[in-house]
């Protein structure tokens, strides 16, 4: 034969000829047969473990701090109950009291009261016409003084009687 052995064929000794390639994957495959399998992540313990201690630690920093709340927030509770129990009783001394001032504030009690001391009704009362007449005007006020201006031309007299001309001015 002239050729090289390709592939699919056979050599002379009746050996079947493989590629390079082919060479490589073998060496390849027995490299992974020499190491132990690769196990997949989420198979694996350590992860787990770790996973597992680090929610145990959350688990126990939430609890201590709930637990921490708690008896901080102690002293609140009673107090609440003894303002819900007051809070009770202003609700109903507010009832009664707006009862009360709804029973007062009819139209018969007013009416009764009224009549004890001696009004009228309106409709009850003599009804007299009489001529209104008008009311006065108050008087306007007294005008200001005129206001008096003294001009004086030049260096000025020598005394105040020498004065010159004086003008009335109104405002």
Do not use: C, H, Y
Request: aromatic share 4%; proline share 10%; no cysteine.
């Amino acid at each position: 034969m002239t050729a090289l052995p390709g592939q699919g064929q056979v050599a002379e000794e009746g050996r079947r000829v493989q590629s390079p390639a082919a060479q490589t994957m073998t060496a390849t495959q027995a490299m992974m047969a020499a190491q132990p399998a690769a196990r997949p992540r989420w198979a694996d313990d350590v992860l787990w473990r770790r996973r597992a201690l680090r929610l145990l630690g959350v688990w126990a920093l939430l609890s201590v701090v709930l637990v921490g709340l708690r008896v901080s927030t102690a002293a609140i509770r009673p107090e609440l109950r003894d303002a819900q129990t007051t809070q009770a009783e202003l609700v109903k001394q507010r009832d009664a009291l707006s009862l009360e001032v709804q029973s007062l504030g009819s139209a018969n009690r007013i009416s009764a009261w009224a009549e004890e001391a001696g009004m009228l009704r309106f409709a009850d009362s003599l009804k007299r016409s009489a001529e209104l007449s008008g009311v006065e005007a108050p008087t306007p006020p007294a005008p200001p003084p005129p206001l008096k201006l003294r001009w004086q031309w030049g260096p000025g007299p020598a005394t105040p009687e020498d004065s010159s001309p004086e003008k009335l001015v109104s405002p």
